[in-house]
């Protein structure tokens, strides 16, 4: 755990270039960063000592002017079908954080939080129940990859990242690009940006800025309602951000990256899922680049919102209209595998 008022760098949450400067300025040749640099971030090293082909000397150099923060696992809960595993972790702070595991036919997926609860209030997740604790560092984010990866089976991989966990990604900026960053580097664990999904409220300001970096990734948007008066309802941040300012920042990112959006779209029953939300929905997003992920809700005590049982007619009627539609499949729906579930029963535990 972190010492009080520890002002060791943390050497978790440092980039390649980073890595290498830093270790220049203890005197040390710049290879020796990206040494380090491959230890944290490919070996998944648990501490300095750890780094054997550093020598002596530097080891306790760098144990004198920096750190590695490590999550303590309080909890794991396997998926009676196997398919699916969430771990709970406790972070430097005493911060409480979750993770899922996921196995998908296309390959081994990681869901990480990126924030120790949320403030953005949706009506549907339990990730904000307690509001918004603090952000994590991009080590922290790191640290969720790489002790999935830990877990699995030599020559085994988590080949994708989707930051859909506990908090708003886009509130968490800095810290959720240098994430993105380092898990990208080839000199790290190399996951290919197209591997990586952000999924957001719909923070718009931060998705043209996001557009603006044109990176290779999928950006993710919450929309779950078709008009701004269902929306409201379900999200906060409906208030500040109607859906077409929405779907023209999300027109922007498609145009600067030229990769299509994908628009998660959670069903409640009785709330956005008649038919005509389907018809209204689909009309919005005509001849745009872009994809719908329906998501049958999952139940979640926090909240009064219950399932659809119009999962397959909404996807159809998208379906007809010339929309790319999908269903998400549902993994871990017996261990608190929605935003926040297993968080919230720890705390308040």
């Known amino acids: 755990m972190m010492k009080k008022n520890d002002t060791r760098t943390d050497m978790s949450s440092l980039d390649l270039n980073e890595a290498r400067a830093f270790l220049a300025a203890l005197g040390e040749p710049a290879y020796r960063g990206g040494q380090v640099f491959e230890w944290i971030n490919r070996r998944f090293a648990a501490g300095f000592g750890d780094m054997t082909n550093l020598p002596a000397a530097l080891r306790r150099k760098l144990e004198e002017t920096a750190r590695l923060p490590r999550a303590a696992l309080i909890k794991r809960i ?8 969430k771990y709970l972790l406790e972070l430097e702070k005493s911060s409480i954080i979750e993770y899922v595991l996921m196995n998908y036919d296309y390959g081994r997926t990681v869901c990480v939080s990126t924030q120790a609860g949320c403030r953005m209030g949706c009506a549907f997740c339990a990730s904000g129940v307690n509001g918004l604790e603090r952000n994590l560092t991009a080590g922290e984010i790191c640290a969720q990859v790489y002790n999935a990866q830990r877990g699995l089976p030599p020559g085994a991989r988590a080949a994708n990242v989707v930051l859909m966990g506990c908090g708003e990604p886009l509130d968490n900026y800095e810290n959720v690009l240098k994430f993105i960053s380092i898990i990208n580097s080839p000199a790290g ?9 952000l999924s957001t409220c719909g923070l718009v ?5 996001l557009a603006e970096e044109k990176l290779q990734i999928t950006l993710a948007v919450s929309l779950h309602a078709p008009n701004d008066a269902i929306r409201r309802e379900l999200m906060p941040i409906a208030r500040t951000y109607g859906i077409q300012e929405t779907l023209k920042a999300c027109a922007r990112y498609a145009e ?5 959006v994908s628009y998660e779209y959670a069903l409640a029953g009785g709330v956005n899922d008649s038919p005509e939300n389907a018809r209204e929905l689909a009309s919005r997003l005509k001849n745009t680049l872009c994809h719908v992920n329906l998501i049958n809700l999952n139940t979640v005590a926090e909240s009064a919102l219950k399932p659809s049982r119009r999962v397959n007619e909404f996807k159809n009627a998208l379906a007809e209209r010339g929309i ?3 269903v998400r499949r ?19 535990s």
Request: net charge positive; hydrophobic share 30%; glycine share 14%.
């Open 78 to 85: 396997d998926s009676d079908d196997g398919l699916s595993t």
């Open 189 to 197: 664990i190399n996951i290919g940006q197209r591997g990586i999904t």
């Open 205 to 209: 300001d931060k998705i043209y800025r």
């Open 256 to 260: 600067k990256t030229g990769r299509r």
């Open 324 to 326: 790319a539609v999908s």
């Open 330 to 348: 549902s993994l871990g729906l017996g261990i608190d595998a929605a935003c926040g579930q297993l968080r919230a029963r720890e705390l308040e």
